[in-house]
């Protein structure tokens, strides 16, 4: 395994990364309520209509089985992990409050590669700006990576791909470090649209600088729910399992690194596909107290 025979290779995994998802009240994050109350928020989480879903909402049967939004987020016990661990508590920042946070927590990192989720299409110049990446996307007429000044060069390259080409759709993105990597001209990245017509993914071929070695840096956004359907496996299973024949179909065939939102934990049925197919948790590899688990706002 290519790790093993190179320096240190620093990775970074981000979703939740879409302006939506700080401008409005729609998934019930683990807020800190107290610090809601003393912004005089505290109504808002009485009801799950003043929480802004409603009926209508696809989530809204499940959530009411689990009481008002403040008896949900108290039950949750995320201690933290959820989402942005931003300063002191979570909070619902507006986009200019979020995105430099956003933008710190990955580069005080340093990171070589970077795999990024629920990036929204229309964020994609900033993020580039903030970043310094030159981001090629793909099949999108909307957006462009801004033009750097005179004198100063992208830190990363990259890829973006979104699941409509509409500035309000999100995406997902691998970025690479150009001191780190080169990307082969002769193997250019993939973008892989499952069958099911909802999520992605992005294949880039990378060759190591130090080392020479080749291997395929790969992200994807897995649909959201991962209850089993009747008589049949879940849309999680089946977009795991077409990722693994792409990648396996590939020639040459080449390392893996995977950097996902996987939406599912590690007792479910697409995680241990793909454990399955000889993918590694390296988050199992660290020490017990340096491991990151992440949560999600699915409904169980």
């Excluded at 801004?146 to 409509?164: I, M, Q, S, T």
């Amino acid at each position: 395994f290519f790790f093993e025979i190179m320096r240190p290779l620093r990775v970074l995994q981000f979703n939740t990364l879409a302006r939506c998802l700080a401008e409005t009240i729609q998934f019930p994050y683990a807020i800190d309520l107290e610090q809601e109350r003393r912004a005089g928020r505290e109504h808002i989480y009485e009801s799950w209509e003043a929480y802004g879903i409603t009926e209508r909402h696809w989530q809204h049967a499940e959530l009411v089985k689990g009481g008002t939004p403040a008896e949900y987020l108290l039950g949750q016990n995320e201690a933290g992990t959820f989402g942005v661990e931003e300063a002191n508590g979570k909070y619902l920042y507006a986009w200019g409050d979020r995105l430099p946070l956003l933008i710190a927590q990955i580069t005080q990192h340093d990171p070589d590669l970077i795999f990024l989720q629920e990036v929204q299409v229309d964020t994609v110049p900033e993020f580039a700006t903030a970043l310094r990446a030159q981001i090629r996307t793909l099949e999108l007429s909307c957006v462009a990576s801004p033009p750097f000044e005179e004198g100063v060069g992208p830190v990363y390259d990259g890829l973006y791909a979104a699941r409509r080409d509409a500035p309000e759709s999100d995406g997902i993105a691998i970025l690479w470090k150009r001191t780190s990597f080169d990307a082969p001209s002769d193997a250019r990245g993939e973008l892989l649209r499952y069958s099911d017509g909802q999520k992605l993914a992005l294949l880039q071929p990378l060759v190591a600088r130090e080392a020479g070695v080749s291997f395929l840096a790969v992200t994807t956004h897995l649909h959201w729910n991962p209850v089993p359907r009747p008589g049949a496996a879940t849309l999680q299973e089946v977009e795991a399992t077409e990722l693994i024949q792409k990648v396996n179909g590939r020639e040459p065939l080449l390392p893996v690194v995977l950097g996902a939102d996987l939406n599912c934990g590690v007792q479910n049925a697409a995680f241990r596909k793909l454990a399955s197919a000889g993918f590694e948790d390296l988050d199992a590899r660290l020490p017990a107290d340096q491991r990151k688990r992440f949560s999600t706002h699915v409904p169980r």
